[in-house]
């Protein structure tokens, strides 16, 4: 089994920063994907940002790419998602998961298993 729990969420003005983190434990075999996810009210959760943790490989969905970074801390079990240039349309409440297997889509989510409970992200203009 896999636990994540998420952290950083928060309100912060168009234009700012919001740093996400993502802490895991359990079967480091089952999360060899990490992703980011997102679900805004009355939308469908979409992937945001995914790390492959054993070669740091990262892929991003293209309205997050040049402003969302993913990153990891092994030593820490730690995924985090940098989220920079923040605008209105990024609020949504954010999901880490993970996957043993992300090869049929780095960004899909049906190929990720385990999820945490979410965190809140609420961008103003």
């Known amino acids: 089994q896999v636990q994540l729990v998420e952290s950083g969420g928060g309100s912060v003005q168009a234009g700012g920063s919001l740093r996400l983190s993502c802490t895991a434990s359990?079967?480091?075999?089952?999360?060899?994907?990490m992703g980011w996810f997102r679900q805004a009210p009355g939308k469908e959760r979409e992937g945001v940002a995914s790390?492959?943790?054993?070669?740091?490989?990262?892929y991003y969905a293209d309205s997050v790419k040049g402003r969302f970074t993913i990153s990891q801390d092994n030593t820490k079990n730690t995924v985090y998602l940098q989220m920079n240039s923040l605008k209105d349309e990024d609020t949504a409440m954010y999901y880490c998961?993970?996957?043993?297997?992300?090869?049929?889509?780095?960004?899909?989510?049906?190929?990720?298993?385990?999820w945490g409970q979410g965190t809140q992200v609420m961008v103003s203009s």
């Open positions: 998961a993970a996957a043993k297997d992300c090869s049929g889509g780095y960004l899909l989510i049906s190929e990720y298993l385990y």
């Open positions: 790390i492959i943790t054993l070669d740091g490989g990262t």
């Open positions: 359990g079967d480091t075999a089952r999360r060899v994907c």
